[in-house]
């Protein structure tokens, strides 16, 4: 994978982010850490990085519905959502959303890196 990818890590816990961010770094990512999906809009992520990894579950705007706003923008930038609920329609409002791919929370990091390779075609 190019050395240039940069990750948004977009998550309202500072803990799982920091965990999460520092975790992508020892696969050679350039990852910024987001605490919600307005900083992350305000803050222009979705030009500054190639690739968004958000909770689906945030206070004000959720993952998915992040995930809708890039899309109907024309943003490209590929999504993945993280969760901890069990909910039965969220896998399907997340596929029919555009998402890139969805994981469970706690995934491997290696499942998040499949999806990451696969979402951006590696």
Known sequence: MPETITIAVIDDDDSFRIALAESLSTFGFEVRGFASAEDFLAGNGQNLCNLAVTDVHMPGM???????????SGSKIPIILITARSEAS??????????????KKPFAIGDLIKCIEGALGA
């Not at 399907?92 to 994981?103: I, P």
């Open 62 to 72: 959720s993952g998915l519905d992040l995930a809708r706003h890039l899309g109907a």
């Open 90 to 103: 969220l896998e399907a409002r997340a596929s029919a959303a555009g998402v890139a791919c969805f994981l």
